[in-house]
């Protein structure tokens, strides 16, 4: 089948969103990303603020849907929204055509055999470099804000998967950005969904 919806899951600084719209952009189709945000806030009542402090990155969000669920023993606000982003990431899925940039997307649509879904690394040195370059990330050590980061998301994506985040079986695609380049990187997916058209049709 060919793919119509690509994930792209990322480390932190790896330019993952920045290959997500420009793959979108050469595909002609959406990209989602804090789009699904402004959606889960339309749809909470919820402060778009708010909603990103219990986001894939947050302290508050990684642990606070553990502890404040065995606190008061029933759904939480973290939960509301992760059930919400839920909604809204397998309705896009079966509406059009798409490229879906983190939220877990990858792990809730893993058995649609329409999507190809790619994890986007590079080691922390160019990572590093690039936070300051490109986000003028200089109010801490750029290694240590990103070790930081990771944890939050991997735990974050632990603790509402039953997967591992990064790990290679868990995607169809793993690619480093800093030794193919973000371009090549495009290039690549793009020539995956190319081919998967092709071959239905060839089908």
């Known amino acids: 089948m060919a793919y119509r919806i690509i994930t792209i899951s990322r480390q932190f600084g790896s330019a993952g969103r920045t290959i997500g719209r420009m793959l979108a952009a050469e595909l002609g189709i959406k990209c989602y990303d804090r789009e699904i945000i402004e959606e889960v806030a339309q749809r909470s009542g919820l402060a778009k603020e708010y909603i990103e402090s219990r986001g894939e990155y947050s302290v508050q969000g990684t642990f606070g849907a553990v502890l404040n669920r ?10 509301r929204i ?7 990431i397998r309705e896009l899925a079966e509406e059009e055509s798409c490229v879906i940039v983190g939220r877990c997307s990858d792990y809730l649509l893993k058995d ?9 690394h590079a080691p922390i040195e160019w990572r590093a470099k690039r936070i300051v370059n490109v986000y003028g990330e200089t109010e801490e050590e750029p290694e240590k804000r990103l070790k930081e980061k990771d944890k939050h998301r ?7 998967t039953d997967m ?6 868990n995607y169809d695609l793993c690619l480093n950005s800093a030794s193919l ?6 290039s690549i997916i793009r020539q995956l969904v190319k081919q998967s058209g092709e071959t239905e049709e060839q089908g």
């Open 82 to 88: 992760w059930q919400i982003q839920c909604d809204i």
């Open 164 to 169: 591992k985040f990064g790990d290679a079986r």
């Open 112 to 120: 649609r055999p329409d999507v190809l879904r790619v994890f986007v």
């Open 154 to 160: 991997a735990a974050y994506y632990n603790i509402y």
């Open 70 to 79: 065995g606190y008061y023993g029933g759904l939480t606000n973290e939960d």
């Open 181 to 186: 380049g973000i371009d090549s990187c495009v």
